[in-house]
């Protein structure tokens, strides 16, 4: 037991256990007790500042891409397999774009040639149907235990930011499944002209923050924008997937005594 704890126990009046039990309930000592034992046994944060990608690592699609495309696709003539959807989509996601910024504004200029290439339509209808249906939340999930590391976090003092190249739409994507109020800053690459693994993104978020470099994490899902860019810019990086599975995990290794304070 916590020595906070123990101590108010030893002050506890030395009367029958019924009798303690009740005294305690109508006094409030058990929410005294709880808190005691929860501030005693607290640690200090290892990092000060969290910075999180948004897709693929914050936002995870409802069903899978391929399945969306298809699904949507039939009734406008679609008829590639979902195995060859995704290939086209990897391929048009991941092909150099030639302008400064690959998510201008709501993205759609970019979106029309992902979702052209995955599917061989170029249906206007078809692609704004697949358009409005992921500026939903209800397209989207958060990974199993996410907003509940993220209270823990916060509640411990940890500054919380999402660092995401991505469009207009995101703003309301985290506000539809309940935790952009959470965050201390929310830097959109498309809002602020910079994409990563560009450094001034990432200076963006913390500088909103109020963190050094030094002094904070990013978790992200991409070798280049998240781990190449936020190394560049002084932080270190954990890759969702790979050096974190869980926001459970991310969590606990955040919430340690070691590390930089």
């Known amino acids: 037991m916590p020595p906070a704890a123990a101590a108010l126990l030893r002050c506890a009046p030395a009367v029958p256990f019924a009798a ?12 005294r007790l709880v808190a005691a034992s929860a501030a005693a046994g607290r640690l200090a944060p290892a990092y000060r500042g969290l910075l999180l990608d948004a897709g693929g690592t914050l936002l995870q699609v409802a069903r899978p891409v391929a399945e969306t495309y298809a699904s949507i696709g039939r009734r406008y003539g679609v008829t590639k397999t979902k195995k060859r959807i995704m290939e086209g989509f990897k391929r048009a996601f991941s ?55 993220l209270r823990e976090l916060k509640d411990a003092g940890v500054k919380l930011a999402v660092v995401s190249n991505f469009d207009t739409r995101l703003r309301k994507l985290l506000k539809d499944l309940n935790v952009s109020e959470m965050f201390d800053a929310i830097v959109v690459s498309s809002e602020v002209g910079y994409e990563k693994p560009s450094p001034e993104i990432f200076n963006i978020a913390l500088d909103q923050i109020g963190v050094e470099a030094s002094k904070a994490i990013h978790v992200g899902d991409d070798e280049t924008a998240d781990m190449a860019g936020a190394n560049a810019t002084g932080l270190e990086c954990w890759l969702w997937g790979k050096d974190v599975t869980t926001f459970s995990e991310i969590q606990e290794r955040i919430l340690t005594t070691d590390g930089p304070q």
């Open 20 to 31: 303690r039990s009740s005294a305690v309930s109508r006094s409030g000592m058990a929410r």
């Open 95 to 149: 092909a150099p774009w030639p302008k400064t910024l690959r998510y201008q504004g709501d993205g759609r200029p970019f979106w029309r040639i992902v979702v052209a290439e995955a599917t061989d339509c170029t249906d206007g209808d078809y692609f704004e149907e697949v358009y409005q249906y992921y500026a939903h939340g209800d397209a989207w999930r958060l990974p199993t235990g996410a907003d509940a590391a």
